[in-house]
């Protein structure tokens, strides 16, 4: 198969990987302490306007000045006296670091942060109206809502300058990039021990995309195939014993399992990623322009750009390839969903591999590998199904 073909598969995984690095860089800088910490960043910006590919950025605990800011002026509060708050910004220029450590933040503060309250360790990012100010690429909707209010509880979370976190009950080790979005949410968490459970019940692993998924258990036991959100149907046909590829040479995307340490126990949102209105979220990789809206609960999920959750979904351990939805009061547990597939409206799925351009809406899919271009609908029920051809069509049970 061309190379050119497979190309966006191991490009998905290098940037993935890349917003790993992003977050293991910033959360070691929260955790040394230090009296300042300057750290050298990719930019997020990958546009004519942004002409460096890294950038400075200052980390540093609050003077006095800005601590006080922060609790009178910015009507802020703190869950103990042990908290440690680091504020973030970008340097200006070459060489400015040191002499821009020292600038008073107090009214950056007061324009962007008010009335929230910070638990345990937290970088709190704000924007300077020079280096990295929000340019025009930002939709409007989000552009007036850069910053950080209204939020019951925020504890041991990275929030860097140019996101938006307003109006939720709790966001806890979450790491919101500059454009992503929390916006009221319940619980937004991510615990070592649900990270534990996933990784021993299911194999899910977020630095490796992958999981363990059962299919096709009436033939005398379940299959079990490791799936990874970069995965081809011809690479899962091929850990099944399934090849048919009539001499292509499988797996067709195959990694080096060794080229990344364990993953932060952080819930990442990269940029240009939302999450919206939904009460309950554990343990989930945004990658940028990915969204979570309006959903019920999710909880351990990876979705690649433009894939979505929303419209009241209950999910968990589930891959979302590119332009993948889940919508619309449906149910979906341990499952992929490949390149523009879709489950929804009133659909339940669970141990299912979806194919790419598949969809269900109103039926049930179980222990399936299901698709590419295969439709269920009307109160079809798919149970145990080995389909890796597709290209047909069930409905009305």
Excluded at 8 to 33: D, G, I, M, V
Excluded at 236 to 243: F, K, P
Excluded at 332 to 353: C, D, K, Q, W, Y
Aim: charged fraction near 15%.
């Amino acid at each position: 198969m061309s190379t050119a073909v497979l190309l966006p598969f191991h490009q998905s995984r290098q940037s993935r990987h890349a917003y790993l690095s992003r977050t293991q860089s910033l959360l070691s800088a929260l955790k040394a302490r230090n009296e300042v910490t300057l750290l050298d960043l990719p930019n997020i910006e990958q546009d004519d306007t942004e002409c460096r590919p890294t950038s400075t950025y200052i980390i540093r605990p609050l003077s006095d000045k800005e601590r006080s800011t922060l609790l009178k002026e910015c009507n802020c509060r703190f869950a103990s006296e042990k908290v440690n708050i680091q504020i973030m910004y970008r340097v200006a220029g070459n060489g400015d670091g040191p002499s821009m450590s020292k600038w008073d933040m107090s009214s950056s503060l007061k324009s962007q942060i008010t009335n929230n309250c910070f638990g345990g360790q937290v970088i709190l990012g704000v924007l300077l109206d020079g280096p990295d100010a929000i340019k025009e690429a930002v939709p409007s909707k989000l552009s007036t809502l850069v910053g950080v209010s209204s939020n019951g509880l925020i504890q041991n979370s990275i929030l860097e300058p140019g996101c938006s976190i307003h109006k939720n009950s709790e966001v806890s080790n979450t790491h919101a990039m500059k454009y992503a979005a929390i916006i009221g949410c319940g619980t937004v968490s991510c615990s070592q021990a649900d990270i534990v459970k996933s990784k021993e019940k299911y194999n899910f692993d977020m630095a490796h995309g992958s999981m363990d998924i059962e299919v096709g258990p009436e033939a005398g036991g379940g299959r079990i195939v490791n799936v990874k959100v970069e995965s081809t149907l011809v690479d899962v046909c091929h850990d099944l014993n399934m090849d048919s590829n009539g001499g292509t040479i499988a797996p067709l995307v195959a990694f080096d399992e060794n080229e990344i340490a364990s993953p932060p126990a952080m819930n990442i949102l990269c940029p240009h990623s939302s999450l919206i209105h939904t009460p309950q979220t554990n343990h989930i990789h945004l990658s940028p322009h990915a969204s979570i809206d309006s959903a019920t609960c999710v909880a351990s999920a990876l979705l690649l750009p433009h894939s979505t959750i929303k419209n009241g979904c209950t999910v968990s351990h589930a891959l979302l390839q590119w332009n993948a939805t889940l919508t619309s009061q449906s149910d979906a547990h341990h499952v992929i969903l490949m390149e523009r597939s879709e489950v929804g409206p009133h659909s339940f799925t669970a141990n299912a591999i979806y194919g790419p351009d598949s969809h269900v809406s109103g039926g049930e899919v179980h222990c399936t590998v299901f698709g590419p271009n295969a439709n269920s609908h009307h109160q079809s029920l798919l149970i145990g199904i080995l389909w890796p051809l597709g290209r047909g069509n069930v409905g009305y049970g």
